[in-house]
């Protein structure tokens, strides 16, 4: 396969992923959409590491899953403690537990 035809995945993959972050409310949809930016990235940089030989991409893809799975037990954490306290996982009753 060609290097563009990565990139375009990663591109759709990015702008749905973007997509997903600014028109939801739910907690966990927010979260899911972050996931899909984060895999849009790792799709870029093992794409380009493969196109030019080079394994630093790969390297960083592996710190960006890291990176991913602690966000997403910090996310997940955050979205229990507001559905406890709200009722509610709709991220705009976030401002309301300031106190």
């Given at each position: 396969m060609l290097l563009n035809q990565f990139l375009l995945l990663a591109a759709v993959l990015f702008c749905i992923g973007v997509y997903g972050v600014l028109?939801?409310?739910?907690?966990?949809?927010v979260l899911m959409s972050i996931e899909l930016i984060l895999n849009a990235v790792n799709i870029n940089l093992?794409?380009?590491?493969?196109?030019?030989?080079?394994?630093?991409?790969?390297?960083?893809?592996?710190?960006?899953?890291?990176?991913?799975?602690?966000?997403?037990?910090?996310g997940l954490a955050i979205v229990l403690m507001l559905f406890r306290n709200r009722r509610s996982i709709d991220i705009d009753a976030v401002d309301q537990l300031k106190g």
């Open positions: 028109t939801r409310r739910n907690g966990v949809m093992i794409a380009f590491g493969t196109y030019l030989s080079d394994a630093t991409g790969q390297a960083f893809a592996l710190f960006i899953i890291a990176v991913a799975a602690a966000e997403v037990g910090v």
